[in-house]
């Protein structure tokens, strides 16, 4: 079982509307198993652990700024494919998903996908 | 996923009538059913994942020897399509559509086949699948931990749900393939094709495990007899139960021969007996399809080191 590890950093704009809640969903296609930690930047606090359904993250105008934290592993469940693909949907972000794919080498292998989320 | 089982053992056989090795579930569907027609398994399997890699694959399986396999369907990302779905997917016939293609070269004789294996239907009882879908939140939640994930419960986790996969109430497979021989020197062409199906039916919280079989190969030669003729179709029952001692296994085929106009049938009981973990005790009895000579009974004791009981694959 070996760990692929890959970071990524990400700027996200959000809407006008200073009162709209952002809320986060987190996908693993390719019928993979995965499961995500979510917390602020410099906060020890986790805000969910494991499957991510409509997680909220906030009021806009508390969240302008700050940075989210996100890593999620997928393990390859998949025999007919060593892809993986997740997926972050921001409800209330100008761009509402990011998507992010890669390959493990061999079945059973976990991809350990790191993302900062900036909203600005 | 790939299990490896290495059994490091010698095996003791006490034939009391016959020295043939006695095999069940024949009939099941062949993994890579090219592989099978081509008449030897390749030593590597190239499994391409994007469609540039399935293009170069295929040209150099054309130029020299080798095998690949790949899923369509697979071949690019499915974003939305979840664990779940798949589980919950009753007909993933895309989904499980994989082709196998290999070629062989021997002096100046050449092979090639070409095969496709897929899932046309298969369910789960709603007990089984609220099993894996607990195991699957106690397995997101392992990987939910971030960069402190504990591998040792992850694989067990892994190894869990894997085991609730393979308890399928209905499973419908279906698989086909041709291969084809050449000689360069002598233009000699010989053809190969066959064709399986299983349904294989597991009853509820049952150890009992039903498949009804059935395979049509054909085998045409050519002038020079580079192969003999033949062609049979073949049904059956194959009965299983998988205890934690003991395994009993129970296979009937029914042959038809066409080139002969006649019919045969196979029957193969087999027991397995855990005496203590390494040591099983082993006893088997049949009938073959030859008409004389066909009864063969075997007892014996596999010793190995695998603590891991051997199981008839269905």
Redesign the interface.
């Known amino acids: 079982m070996a760990i692929k590890k890959r970071s990524e950093e990400v700027d996200l704009s959000l809407i006008d509307d200073q009162q709209a809640h952002v809320i986060l969903n987190v996908t693993i296609g390719n019928a993979q198993i995965g499961g995500s930690l979510v917390k602020w930047k410099h906060s020890s606090d986790i805000l969910k652990k494991g499957r991510i359904v409509n997680l909220d993250l906030g009021y806009i105008s508390a969240i302008k700024g700050k940075t989210l934290t996100i890593i999620t592993n997928v393990l390859d469940d998949n025999e007919q494919t060593n892809g993986v693909v997740v997926t972050y949907y921001f409800q209330n972000c100008t761009i509402a998903a990011k998507m992010f794919n890669d390959t493990v080498d061999a079945d059973g292998d976990i991809f350990q996908l790191k993302v900062e989320f900036t909203f600005n | ?2 299990s490896s089982i290495i059994v490091i053992a010698f095996i003791l056989w006490i034939n009391m009538i016959g020295a043939q090795p006695i095999q069940i579930n024949d009939l099941n569907i062949p993994t890579s059913p090219a592989f099978v027609l081509l008449g030897k398994s390749p030593a590597t399997i190239e499994k391409p ?1 994007n469609p540039k890699a399935v293009g170069l694959s295929l040209i150099n399986l054309w130029q020299s020897s080798g095998a690949i396999e790949f ?1 369509p ?2 071949l690019s ?7 779940a ?2 589980i919950k997917n009753k007909n993933p016939i895309f ?2 559509l ?1 082709f196998s293609i290999a070629s062989s070269k021997d002096d100046s004789i050449s092979n090639i086949a070409v095969g496709f294996r897929t899932q046309l239907a298969k369910s789960y009882s709603q007990n089984t699948i609220k099993l894996i879908e607990e195991k ?2 106690e ?9 402190n ?1 504990d ?1 040792n419960k ?2 067990s986790l ?1 190894k869990d ?2 085991k609730l996969k393979a308890q399928t109430n209905w499973v419908l497979e279906l698989a086909g393939a041709f291969s084809g021989t050449s000689s360069t020197t002598e233009s000699i062409t010989a053809q190969r094709s066959g064709i399986w199906a299983n349904l294989k039916w597991t009853p509820d919280n049952s150890p009992i495990t039903l498949v009804g079989l059935a395979r049509y190969l054909s085998t045409k030669g050519n002038p020079a007899k580079l192969s003999k003729d033949s062609s049979f179709f073949d049904y059956g029952i194959n009965i299983s139960h998988q205890g934690d001692e003991f395994d009993l296994q129970f296979e009937f085929v029914k042959r038809n021969s066409k080139v002969d106009n006649a019919s045969y049938d196979r029957l193969v009981f087999i027991a397995n007996y855990q005496i203590m973990p390494g040591i099983v005790a082993v006893a088997s009895f049949g009938k073959d399809y030859t008409k004389v000579n066909n009864v063969f009974s075997a007892i014996g004791i596999k010793f190995g080191l695998s603590t891991e009981k051997m199981r008839a694959k269905s």
């Open positions: 996923m790939k994942s899923t369907y697979w990302n499915k974003p939305a399509y979840t664990f779905d798949n989904q499980t994989a699957l939140t397995l997101e939640n392992a990987l939910g931990e971030g960069e994930i591998q992850i694989k892994h749900i894997n």
